[in-house]
C-alpha cells in the first residue's frame, strides 16, 4: 500500500500564502489520482482538490478555484497544494490522499472514494 505524509501546515495571517506537500513512499504512486482533502473545526472532512495519475487534469471545490492549486511530481513520489488568499475559513486539518483505481481517467469529489491517507497537517489562519 501507498504511505502518505504531509508538511507544510502551520500559522499564518489571512492573505498570505502556504505551501502543503506530500511526500508517498510506494511504486504505485505514479498509478494514482491524488486528492486534498480538509476537516474544518466542527464540520465534516470535505473534498477540495484533485489530480489525475498524470496531471494532466484537475478539479477544486469552489470555494479555492483561484486561490489554490494542486500539483504533482511523479518522479518525486509528491504532490504538492499551494494556497494563496488564505482565509480564516480555510482553517483546517488538511489531508493528502490516494485514489487506488490504476489509472484513473476521472477525479474524485468524496471522501469515501479515497483509499490511502496521510495523517494531516494542521493549516490555522488568523484574520
Known amino acids: 500500500q501507498v504511505q502518505l505524509v504531509e508538511s507544510g501546515g502551520g500559522l499564518v495571517q489571512a492573505g498570505g500564502s502556504l505551501r502543503l506537500s506530500c511526500a508517498a513512499s510506494?511504486?504505485?504512486?505514479?498509478?494514482?489520482?491524488m486528492g486534498w482533502l480538509r476537516q474544518a473545526p466542527g464540520h465534516e472532512r470535505d473534498f477540495v482538490a484533485a489530480i489525475t495519475w498524470s496531471g494532466r487534469r484537475t478539479y477544486y471545490t469552489d470555494s479555492v478555484k483561484g486561490r489554490f492549486t494542486i500539483s504533482r511530481d511523479n518522479a518525486k513520489n509528491t504532490v504538492g497544494l499551494q494556497m494563496n488568499s488564505l482565509k480564516p475559513d480555510d482553517t483546517a486539518v488538511y489531508y493528502c490522499?490516494?485514489?487506488?483505481?490504476?489509472?484513473?481517467?476521472?477525479?474524485?469529489?468524496?471522501?469515501?472514494?479515497?483509499?490511502?491517507w496521510g495523517q494531516g497537517t494542521q493549516v490555522t489562519v488568523s484574520s
Open positions: 510506494g511504486r504505485t504512486f505514479s498509478r494514482y489520482a
Open positions: 490522499a490516494a485514489d487506488s483505481t490504476d489509472y484513473s481517467t476521472s477525479l474524485q469529489y468524496t471522501v469515501d472514494a479515497y483509499d490511502y
